[in-house]
């Protein structure tokens, strides 16, 4: 890698975190850890307002602005994959954003590198999710941001049926099908539900805190793929 891409890519990789250390700029550049402090030292008498030192971290101070991004080539099928995903197996909400997003990016790529991107050989054919799921999938993503319990009748994969209020917390993509991870109030417990077989979804009216052993990452320390649910 050329010291001038290095240079932009430590001020990335410090841009997009809260405090980022000389070690990880090491590990992720492939460099010693004295070349990561000679070269912020580089990009401070630059003008590059990098705060922190050796040994704590850096971060990047407000108001500094950079050229729009450019992407390489395998970044830039990268973007076209993921969106053509995306449109598959998220919501349509998402979907459409995702599509303008890259868009966005595309027209400022030159032309030969925008055109070598399109014409990226992955594709994910429209046979995601149901309409109905598709609609589940996104009021589940908008109550775990608006952290609101919901209600919903189950039906699990031996056909019994629940209704349940539960504490929305994320929803996983298994490759096939979207899970929702919820605590759940009948079951005083984790549980998962797939998305495609809940069949009545309703906003329980009531917002919830995170409660110790009830949060995210507790349900995350014990999360398996999904077989039966409920």
């Keep these: ?14 841009r997009g975190r809260r405090l980022t250390t000389a070690a990880f700029l090491a590990r992720r ?14 990009l401070q008498h630059q ?16 108001g500094f602005q950079l ?53 990226m050989p992955l594709h994910a054919p429209a046979i995601g999710l149901e309409a109905e799921a598709a609609a589940h999938l996104r009021s589940l993503r908008e109550a775990i941001q608006a952290r609101q319990r919901v209600r919903l009748r189950y039906r699990d994969l031996q056909e019994a049926c629940t209704e349940r209020t539960v504490r929305p917390l994320g929803c996983f993509y298994w490759g096939s099908v979207w899970t929702l991870g919820a605590w759940c109030e009948l079951r005083d417990g984790f549980r998962g539900f ?22 995210l990452a507790d349900f995350l320390r014990q999360v398996r793929p999904p077989t039966a649910a409920g």
Excluded at 49 to 54: C, F, L, S, V
């Design 67 to 119: 050229p729009p991004l450019m992407f390489d080539r395998d970044e830039a099928r990268a973007l076209v994959a993921a969106t053509r995903m995306a449109q598959a197996w998220l919501d349509p909400a998402l979907g459409a954003a995702a599509e303008s997003a890259l868009g966005r990016i595309l027209s400022v790529l030159p032309p030969e590198l925008r055109l070598l991107a399109e014409g």
């Design 194 to 215: 797939r998305v495609d077989r809940i069949e009545v979804l309703e906003d329980a009216g009531a917002p919830f805190r995170d409660e110790a052993g009830k949060t």
């Design 29 to 42: 550049l492939e460099v010693s850890l004295r070349t990561v402090y000679r070269d912020v030292a580089q």
């Design 47 to 62: 003008g590059v307002p990098i705060e922190g030192e050796a040994g704590v971290g850096y971060r990047l101070g407000p």
């Design 1 to 14: 890698m050329r010291r001038a891409d290095r240079l932009f890519q430590i001020v990335q990789l410090i």
